[in-house]
């Protein structure tokens, strides 16, 4: 049986209401230590939401704000950090280690930690990072020729050391994909917290390559091949641009966004095929069955054509429990239900004035529970039952109503 806490379906309200904010925004300190139980000084840490799953695989694709950057700072000669927010909810804590200046630049791979800010101060126990090593990868074509502008996408796959890093009282941090473009010598350089790690290499006129790697450097020899080119639609057919198609299962590698008419070219693997994922920016989403090379007709392009189903989208407005007033800077995310979990924490929404809200999630991914924090009140685990996708599917909102917390506890 599910139990239904202070939710309620309800119409728009009808005039307009002030928020009422009882509390700053929440802040998170910590320390950051090295390998060697040292501080890791003047490192740059970066707060962020936590990002969704479109904006993490534009940010692999080199989109400039895809996600935006809340806070930045770098660690002092303790290894000290603090960082404002500008609500509660669900962020990203991320250190980047200092590039070694190489040709052509190294990216290094992000190492980051997952909290839910609430509204008192916010203090991790000690960020232990791990040894970085260095992974070049060259990309060359049949005759051995280097290929300028492959994109590489590079995975680590475990730590070099995990019994390094693990330790009671410390926070093991997670670590984050990293892509580059080869140079005009087909080379691209990485630094990343592992010595092992799975690497994509695609390129225009050529077919994909993945493999896994456990070696510091890997030269990948590409096949000529013209790939397939999607057509990404909508349920009317209108084409949905800005759309990334990717392949593999959880986390898959991005390869390339879709254009203005909704049109993207990937490379193929494989004599089988292999499937992709489509995903746009509003959640609506696609899985494809296995596309191998066909005998194009006349000469012409392997087009696939793909339609997107609509994202899963829930309405809502978050009040004060107490005055009826909306709570305008409410954060709000997907819960999976299970503690001690950040699953679901990327999709997540801010409410609009007025404490409205949309969350929107892939079309794939029904959730059982929402969550909703902000500043001053307590926050709230909402369990979603038949009622609430009803409501959802006729695009009815929902109405969350959250409890201040107690005067001295807002201190």
């Not at 690497?199 to 994909?208: D, I, K, P, R, T």
């Not at 959730?367 to 409501?391: F, S």
Request: charged residues 25%.
């Amino acid at each position: 049986m599910l139990l239904f806490c202070e939710l309620a379906l309800t119409d728009p309200p009808g005039g307009a209401l002030h928020a009422q904010q009882p509390s700053a925004p929440p802040t998170v300190a910590g320390r950051l230590i090295g390998p060697d139980l040292e501080p890791a000084v003047g490192l740059e840490v970066q707060l962020i939401p936590v990002p969704g799953s479109h904006a993490r695989r534009l940010r692999e694709l080199g989109v400039a704000d895809a996600v935006p950057i809340i806070g930045r700072t770098r660690s002092d000669a303790e290894g000290r950090f603090e960082l404002r927010a500008t609500r509660a909810g669900p962020h990203q804590i991320e250190v980047r280690a200092a590039a070694p200046e190489t040709e052509p630049p190294t990216v290094v791979a992000p190492v980051y930690v997952r909290r839910v800010l609430r509204a008192r101060p916010n203090v991790l126990a000690p960020v232990q990072l791990p040894k970085m090593h260095n992974l070049v990868i060259g990309v060359l074509d049949e005759e051995g020729q280097p290929v300028e502008g492959a994109l590489v996408v590079v995975q680590a796959s475990e730590w070099s050391d995990p019994s390094s890093w693990v330790h009671k009282g410390k926070t093991s941090p997670t670590f984050g994909r990293a892509s580059a473009r080869t140079n005009e010598g087909g080379i691209a350089r990485f630094s990343l917290p592992t010595a092992k790690s799975s690497v994509a290499v695609s390129a225009a006129g050529f077919n994909l390559s993945i493999d896994d790697l456990s070696r510091d450097r890997a030269a990948f020899r590409l096949t000529r091949g013209e790939g397939v080119t999607f057509r990404v639609l909508d349920l009317d057919g209108a084409p949905v641009p800005r759309a990334v198609i990717r392949v593999g299962e959880y986390e898959a590698i991005p390869l390339a966004l879709t254009d203005a008419r909704g049109e993207a070219t990937v490379g193929l693997a494989g004599r089988k095929g292999i499937s992709y994922q489509i995903e746009a920016e509003d959640g609506a989403f696609a899985r494809t069955a296995r596309v191998k090379r066909e005998p194009p007709p006349s000469g012409e392009p392997q087009i696939v054509e793909v339609r997107l189903w609509p994202a899963f989208e829930l309405r809502g407005q978050v009040v004060d429990a107490e005055t009826d007033e909306p709570v305008e800077r409410a954060t709000i995310w997907i819960d999976d239900g299970l503690e001690g979990t950040d699953r679901g924490q990327d999709r997540l929404v801010w409410a609009r004035p007025g404490g409205e809200f949309t969350l929107k999630t892939r079309a794939d991914y029904v959730p059982p529970a929402i969550r909703i924090a902000a500043a001053g009140y307590k926050a709230k685990r909402v369990w979603l039952g038949p009622e609430h996708y009803a409501a959802a599917d006729r695009r009815k909102p929902i109405r969350v109503e959250l409890k201040p917390q107690q005067k001295e506890a807002r201190r």
